[in-house]
């Protein structure tokens, strides 16, 4: 064959990862109202003495340190789509940046508890007035910041139409910027509530009390992020929707039977997948790729194709092939 031809059977791995992603813009405008918000709260706190204040402050930088990672993530993933070095393109380091970010989340909790204790045992006098102000005007902010990154990317991750495995393959960095402000949000809240009950009932415990309950949150946030970035970078298997109904598309023309299938994420909802076809009467490749022609999330499909016999022994043939 002339090597001028192999273009013919060749392909782009880039899978989309060159454009420019929808929460891009969104995530660096949102880290440019978080960081900024966050040095008041830190700055704040550490001046009127309010734990839960300093606490929000730095869950806040938590936040603005993932929300970074993710930042970079976009753009590293989007200028090394082309990249040959990466076999399925750039698509994981969307993943990678979501553990990376789930990671530092973890170890600012731990800061959180660890000062939140120790304000337990040594307390400081508190600037309610001050710290009131400066807890509202970061609620605020993050409020707006949950307005900027949206509701729409994120809402099929509640529903229950949707299995366990098409939540974790999800754009983790839109994921984690969005529960980050939501968050940051929360705990803002929680900021107001111990500050409000220290200034008018005495009850001081309580701010250092929130800085912890603040920690948890955190906690939570990273536990699941890690759960759901990990997942995809250990090439866990696709959503069970989508398995079935490349089965489906496949199994019902003709005598097919898929003997193995694999399919694992390569990027924030798209797929590759590896079919192992037996059938008594093999067609071409593309022909059985032309059966997933409506699964739009799949952008790299090999299929693998075995003879067997007729009934009585394709039993033997799909024990061989599952081999």
Sequence with gaps: MNNDNLHLWQHDH????HEKRPGEVRTLIVIAVTATMM???????????SMALLADG??????????????????????????????????????????????????????????????????????FNQAILVAVLGLLVNGASVVILGHGDHHH??????????????????????????????????AIFALLAGKYFGLNWLDPTMGIVGAALITHWSVGLLRASSTVLLDRQGPQRIRDAIVTAIEEHERNRVADLHLWAIGPQIYAV???????????????????????????????????KEDGERTVGLKHANK
């Design 14 to 17: 880039s899978f989309g990862q």
């Design 39 to 49: 040095v008041v709260e830190v700055v704040a706190g550490i001046a009127y003495g």
């Design 58 to 127: 730095l869950h806040m930088a938590s936040h603005a340190a993932a929300l970074s990672i993710s930042a970079f993530a976009y753009v590293y993933a989007r200028r090394r789509a082309h990249d040959e070095r990466f076999s399925f393109g750039t698509g994981k380091v969307n993943s990678l940046g979501g553990y990376t970010g789930a990671v530092l989340l973890g170890v600012f909790a731990l800061m959180m508890v660890w000062e939140s204790i120790h304000r337990l045992i040594a307390p400081v006098d508190i600037y």
């Design 157 to 190: 991750e509640h529903g229950h139409d949707h299995d366990a495995a098409e939540h974790q393959h999800g754009d983790h960095n839109l994921r984690a910027a969005y529960l980050h402000v939501l968050a940051d949000a929360l705990t803002s809240v929680l």
């Design 274 to 308: 590896e079919i192992s076809i037996v059938t008594p009467e093999p067609q071409p490749p593309d022909y059985y790729k032309s059966l997933l022609s409506d699964q739009t999330a799949l952008v790299h499909v090999t299929v693998e194709v075995h003879r067997c």
